[in-house]
T-cell receptor, first 115, second 113 residues
Framework: AQSVTQPDIHITVSEGASLELRCNYS??????LFWYVQSPGQGLQLLLK??????LVQGIKGFEAEFKRSQSSFNLRKPSVHWSDAAEYFC?????????????FGTGTLLAVQP | NAGVTQTPKFQVLKTGQSMTLQCAQD?????MSWYRQDPGMGLRLIHY???????DQGEVPNGYNVSRSTTEDFPLRLLSAAPSQTSVYFC????????????FGDGTRLSIL
């Protein structure tokens, strides 16, 4: 079955510390991979996406993610977290070469940032 | 440039009432989707459309109807609301080009009493 697992429901980090949010997927074919961020009361904003090529992708707001096919992972990282990064983060997978309107989402990781 | 617009932003219904959640996009995107977001479950696909006149079911379609008469609009209908449909609903759109991600609206928060 196709699925996305975000094992950390809630993470708290100190401002200025590094961050890594985990994402593992189960998919029958080569996937498209996405990270979205959701601030309270808002919709989802795309942070970054991986379709092909370089397995380390850069996104907005200083985020990056690395696709590791052997581990079926697409972890999100940021070297220094800012208080404004507090939000919920969703990893999602879609069919390679197919429409991106049928995404499978993980359950999300809620990030809190301590001053 | 409005992007994806959802109305209303909040709604409270009684069990058994009907309602239509509106979604409109001004980016001329062929693909549109409806998701529901529930605590601890992420977003789950309800229905989607690949163009005017074409719709299909997603993961959790029961209790919902959709139609796509124009490229711009993709309304979601609850024919007889149930408490289990209390959720936050998101509409999203994307172009036919498979290298382009979805754009999301700000959501509709729906409570069924």
């Amino acid at each position: 079955a196709q699925s996305v697992t975000q094992p950390d429901i809630h993470i708290t980090v100190s401002e200025g510390a590094s961050l890594e949010l985990r994402c593992n997927y189960s998919y029958g074919a080569t996937p498209y991979l996405f990270w979205y961020v959701q601030s309270p009361g808002q919709g989802l904003q795309l942070l970054l996406k991986y379709f092909s090529g370089d397995t380390l992708v850069q996104g907005i707001k200083g985020f990056e993610a690395e696709f590791k096919r052997s581990q079926s992972s697409f972890n999100l990282r940021k070297p220094s977290v800012h208080w404004s990064d507090a939000a919920e983060y969703f990893c999602a997978v879609g069919p390679y070469g197919g429409a991106t309107n049928k995404l499978i989402f993980g359950t999300g990781t809620l990030l809190a940032v301590q001053p | 440039n409005a992007g994806v617009t959802q109305t209303p932003k909040f709604q409270v219904l009684k069990t058994g009432q009907s309602m239509t959640l509106q979604c409109a996009q001004d980016m001329n995107h062929e693909y549109m989707s409806w998701y529901r977001q529930d605590p601890g479950m992420g977003l789950r696909l309800i229905h989607y459309s690949v163009g005017a006149g074409i719709t299909d079911q997603g993961e959790v379609p029961n209790g919902y109807n959709v139609s796509r008469s124009t490229t711009e609009d993709f309304p979601l209908r609850l024919l007889s609301a149930a408490p289990s449909q209390t959720s936050v609903y998101f509409c999203a759109s994307s172009p036919r080009d498979s290298n382009q991600p979805q754009h999301f609206g700000d959501g509709t928060r729906l409570s069924i009493l």
